[in-house]
């Protein structure tokens, strides 16, 4: 991508929305976020692509993503040393993509947005439906020789299950707010807030 600095200007803004998805970049970082993922930044497993054609935007895609769901208060928004770029840096003191960002965190927040408890735990039960019986073999590749008693998926996969479906995704939203809210990502006093 083009170099772009001081995106905090107007000018340089309207730049940059001409060269990226602003949208799929929001939520990109937002689903990061959320997922408190710990094994990101801006050195390392992200991608930015786009089509070759004059106004294709980049786009930026998620992959790589094991180390998240780890705690509830995992807090990859203000740690210093998981920051995504220094992009978003940069773009946290643009007013118009404050609002842009806090717009689609009240999409994917609220309502049936796809950060709410009620989705995420549907996400995760119907992922983890369709991989029950792999994690068997699963199981048995990662616990065997790892540690003794090993690994099952009755005890661990399922207890694992259980944490996200009880405590994590249950509390999640809320503390990602606040954490958003404590930069300046979304306001603490939304001016509309649709109910969760």
């Given amino acids: 991508m083009h170099s772009i600095t001081g995106l905090a200007t107007r000018q340089a803004y309207q730049k940059l929305q001409g060269l990226l998805d602003i949208n799929n970049f929001?939520?990109?970082?937002?689903l990061n976020y959320y997922a408190g993922n710990e094994d990101w930044g801006e050195e390392k497993n992200w991608y930015a692509i786009r089509r070759h054609s004059p106004d294709a935007k980049f786009q930026y895609f998620?992959?790589?993503?094991?180390?998240?769901?780890?705690d509830v208060h995992d807090d990859t928004v203000s740690d210093p040393f998981v920051r995504p770029f220094g992009m978003m840096e940069e773009l946290k003191g643009n007013a118009e993509f404050r609002k842009a960002f806090a717009e689609r965190v009240q999409k994917h927040c609220f309502g049936e947005g796809a950060l709410t408890p009620a989705a995420s735990a549907a996400r995760w039960?119907?992922?983890?439906?369709e991989v029950d019986s792999a994690m068997i073999a699963e199981s048995a590749r990662w616990g065997?020789?790892?540690?003794?008693?090993?690994?099952?998926?009755?005890?661990?996969w399922i207890a694992e299950q259980q944490r996200l479906?009880?405590?994590y995704f249950p509390q999640r939203t809320d503390i990602l707010l606040k954490q958003l809210q404590e930069?300046?990502?979304y306001p603490k006093e939304p001016a509309t807030r649709a109910k969760r």
């Avoid at 929001?26 to 937002?30: R, S």
């Avoid at 039960?125 to 439906?129: D, P």
């Fill in 26 to 30: 929001i939520d990109y970082v937002l």
């Fill in 62 to 70: 998620i992959w790589d993503g094991e180390q998240l769901l780890h």
């Fill in 125 to 129: 039960m119907k992922r983890a439906k």
């Fill in 144 to 156: 065997y020789y790892l540690r003794n008693p090993p690994y099952t998926r009755d005890k661990e």
């Fill in 165 to 167: 479906l009880t405590s």
């Fill in 183 to 185: 930069v300046g990502l």
